[in-house]
């Protein structure tokens, strides 16, 4: 089983003009299981953040050029998921009510900093971070899975409209051949292999000397011309068609019978006509 490669290590961002400051923030954190990086303005610091993002930047307040509490407004306009810490060695009001204001920061941290102060903003910073992550991550994952599940829906309803629409167009279809079955001037029957009535037409419904009306589902030996069913005997037995005439009570019977199946007799057609015989007009 192959292992999950490891979990990339958080990354935070010193931002200071002052190489020392720098120096100092990385010692302090020194170590934590954190990728550290660093950038001496703001500018800088911006193009550290595209090369890859950080978790957490921690800046200097007042640096020339661009001050911190723009770095901060511009990083959460690109970056907005990055945790932003501001340092600052001025106490004035304005200064922080502005990096609060602007900058949306997470922390704001005294100059010069408690190291174990900086290691807790940090450490937060990072779990803020990391939960927003995991809820993206999830939040995508639900969006996919909903957008899937949209699609299988639709899918699923275009299917049961088409199939609809074929079951409506088979019961047409099977009304009309009904109709055109029911039109015809004989009597027909379809029988399956142990003879009994499966389908039938109007003619056949109103069978003259029938021992009982016709239904789907019955035994045609006790319905049937005894002259027919010996016919369709012979037709399932040999799987060829045949026709036979009978004259009785001064009526002719005809009737043909053909085989149903392909590979082996599934059942028989079988089409009933009487007509007065010649012989006693």
Known sequence: MTASPPAPCPRVLFVDDEVGVL??????????????????????????????????IVSDYRMPGMSGVELLRAVRERHPETVRIVLSGYAEAHAIVAAINEGHVERFLPKPWDDDELVAAIRSGVSKYELEMANAQLSRALRANNEALREANETLERRVRERTAELEMHNRALQFSQEMLDRLPYALFGLDATRRIVTMNARARAL??????????????????????????????????????????????????????????????????????????
């Open 23 to 56: 120096e100092a923030l990385r010692h302090a954190v020194l170590d934590q299981a954190w990728d550290f990086a660093s950038a001496c303005s703001g500018p800088e610091a911006l193009r550290e953040l595209e090369v890859a993002p950080a978790a957490v």
């Open 208 to 281: 003259e000397g029938a021992a009982l009306p016709p239904t789907l589902g019955s035994d045609a030996e006790r319905l049937l011309p005894s002259e027919a069913m010996q016919l369709v005997g012979e037709v399932l037995r040999t799987g060829r068609g045949d026709h036979r005439r009978v004259v009785s009570m001064a009526r002719t019977l005809h009737a043909d019978c053909e085989p149903i199946g392909d590979e082996g007799v599934r059942g028989v057609v079988l089409v009933l006509r009487w007509q007065e015989s010649e012989e006693c007009r």
